[in-house]
């Protein structure tokens, strides 16, 4: 079975500050992705990474792919308030047909 | 928005009970998937359809079962219900499996055993 362990479980920060969520597995993915999800809704795309060592950014978020394709992070500068969310980090293994195996998430709070 | 639509959004039932969960996918996506989300498990893989036909199943109870109509649409009956059923079952529907794929989600279903 293949697990995704994200930290921290919650993060509370000032606006402006910079944070950083981690996502680590002992299997390899073929591919990581990270959502996000606000309360009543379903979880969004945020980015997909597929080569190891990979690094995307999406304005103020970084994203990294280890490596080995076990871990990924995701990095916030300048946080904002309506950064406020859980974020979700999913990863799809080798024959999984497209499911998606989900980290437990970072509750993510913003305070102005 | 997302294109995939799910109902009802909200369902109180009690224990013993079934209940039918309804989700349109993006129209075009062939592939389905329904998660369940809880605080202490968080999102959990059900199980998947493609096309009609089952391609994966995750921790999914024998109390569920689900299937997608020739329409693309699915279902997910949930039966003999129990408290520890409550939760948000999400739907999702992509293009096609594999690597990389961008899954989309509805809104989800609140489901409340009482």
């Known amino acids: 079975t293949q697990l995704l362990e994200q930290s921290p479980q919650f993060l509370s920060i000032q606006e402006g500050e910079n944070l950083t969520v981690y996502c680590n597995s002992s299997s390899v993915f073929s591919s990581l992705q990270w959502y996000r999800q606000e309360p009543g809704e379903g979880p969004v795309l945020l980015v997909t990474?597929?080569?190891?060592?990979e690094v995307k950014k999406l304005k103020r978020l970084t994203f990294q792919f280890g490596d080995a394709r076990k871990d990924s992070s995701l990095h916030i500068t300048a946080a904002q308030p309506g950064d406020t969310g859980l974020y979700l980090c999913?990863?799809?293994?080798?024959?999984?047909?497209?499911?998606?195996?989900f980290g437990q998430g970072t509750i993510l709070t913003v305070h102005p | 928005d997302s294109g995939v639509t799910q109902t009802p959004k909200h369902l109180i039932t009690a224990t013993g009970q079934r209940v039918t969960l309804r989700c349109s996918p993006r129209s075009g996506d062939l592939s389905v998937y329904w998660y369940q989300q809880s605080l202490d498990q968080g999102l959990q893989f059900l199980i998947q359809y493609y096309n009609g036909e089952e391609r994966a199943k995750g921790n999914i109870l024998e109390r569920f079962s689900a299937q997608q109509f020739p329409d693309l649409h699915s279902e997910l009956n949930l039966s003999s219900l129990e408290l520890g059923d409550s939760a948000l079952y999400f739907c999702a529907s992509s293009a096609m499996t594999g690597m990389g794929t961008e899954a989309f989600f509805g809104q989800g279903t609140r489901l409340t055993v009482v």
């Open positions: 990474v597929v080569t190891g060592g």
């Open positions: 999913a990863g799809i293994g080798g024959t999984s047909y497209g499911k998606l195996t």
